[in-house]
C-alpha cells in the first residue's frame, strides 16, 4: 500500500499563558520559574488552522484560578477543523450548560471549551438531541 503525507502546516504563536516572557506568570516557586506551557521559550507551535480557546478567551489561563485553561492548555488558541462550526451545546461559549450548577465553571463536554466542533460532529449532536 503506497501512502503519501502531506504536509501540515503549523505555526507559531505567542504562549498566551506567560505572555511571551517564558517566565511564570505568578512566580509560584520564584520569579525566575520557567513557564510551564511554553518551557521557558514564549511560543508555542500549533498545527493550523487554529481558533482562539472560548472557554479562557485566550488568556490561557482557567478562569477564577491560577492553573492553566483546561480546554488549550495556557496556551490561548487551539487547533480546530479546518471546516469547525460554533458548539451546538454551549453555542461557542466553551462552558458547560450551568443547569445543574449555575456559574459553572466546567468546560463545554461536546467541544472540550474550544466553542467549534466538526461538522461532523456537529451533525451528531443534532441527531441525538431530537433521538431524545
Known amino acids: 500500500m503506497n501512502v503519501s503525507i502531506e504536509s501540515q502546516k503549523n505555526c507559531e504563536v505567542v504562549c498566551a499563558f506567560c505572555g511571551g516572557s517564558g517566565h511564570d506568570p505568578f512566580g509560584l516557586l520564584s520569579p ?10 514564549g ?8 481558533t ?3 472557554y479562557c478567551g485566550g488568556c490561557g489561563i482557567h478562569p477564577h484560578s491560577r492553573m ?5 492548555r ?5 487547533h480546530v477543523a479546518p ?23 466546567l468546560s463545554c463536554s461536546e467541544c472540550g471549551g474550544v466553542g467549534k ?3 461532523v460532529h456537529n451533525q451528531l449532536f ?7
Open 83 to 105: 471546516d469547525a462550526e460554533i458548539c451546538p451545546a454551549c453555542k461557542g461559549s466553551g462552558r458547560a450548560a450551568n443547569y445543574l450548577w449555575p456559574d459553572s465553571q
Open 43 to 50: 511560543h508555542c507551535t500549533l498545527l493550523l488552522p487554529i
Open 32 to 41: 525566575l520559574s520557567t513557564c510551564e506551557v511554553c518551557g521557558g521559550s
Open 117 to 119: 466542533v466538526s461538522p
Open 126 to 132: 443534532r441527531s441525538e438531541k431530537h433521538a431524545k
Open 74 to 78: 495556557g496556551v490561548g488558541v487551539a
Open 52 to 54: 482562539k480557546c472560548a
Open 68 to 72: 492553566t485553561c483546561t480546554s488549550c
